[in-house]
């Protein structure tokens, strides 16, 4: 299991897997410079090749942060998982980055691998169906599978500060005794 990977599988099958691979990867320094970048992230950033090589992490708008990215692998030598909303050339992303570190022989951090999955289209509708619940007139109590309480929308709390009960599948209202 402590074998290299370059011992198992050839470097040129390597290579074209992560070059030709659909989700974006990208590899920088512990100076966080990017050295690699596969084509799938160049599609989704919208940054070229030529110009993605060299420039920092840093460097890209990133507008929010949640989790432990690229630091967790280059400083702490282990994978980090982050939630990253970033404004790129090809607009405004909201991604899963999972970093992996690489290590040399002597177990030293060369680089950090990064793989990208873009969540902004289902981001985008969990914030839209949300809205929609907390903006409808009609009463809403989600329930979880385990039948706890996944949240509410201001028309059922309007409801539940009132006398009310479920009777028969409807609300009643409780008369005062």
Known sequence: MTES????IDPDILQTLLDQNPVAMAQFDTQFHFVYANQAFCDLSGIAFEKLIGT??????I???????????IEEKRRGKARIEVEFPSGFKILNAYTIPVLDAEKNVTSALGVYTDITAEEW???????????????FLLLKTDLG??????????????PWHLSHGSLQKISPR
């Open 63 to 73: 507008v929010k942060l949640e989790g432990e990215g690229s630091k967790a692998a």
């Open 125 to 139: 509708e969990k914030l839209k169906t949300s809205q929609i619940i907390e903006n409808n007139p009609i009463p």
């Open 56 to 61: 920092r992490i840093s460097d890209l708008k």
């Open 149 to 162: 309480i996944e949240g509410t929308n201001t028309a059922f709390l309007r409801v539940k500060s009132k």
């Open 5 to 8: 990977i370059h011992s198992r």
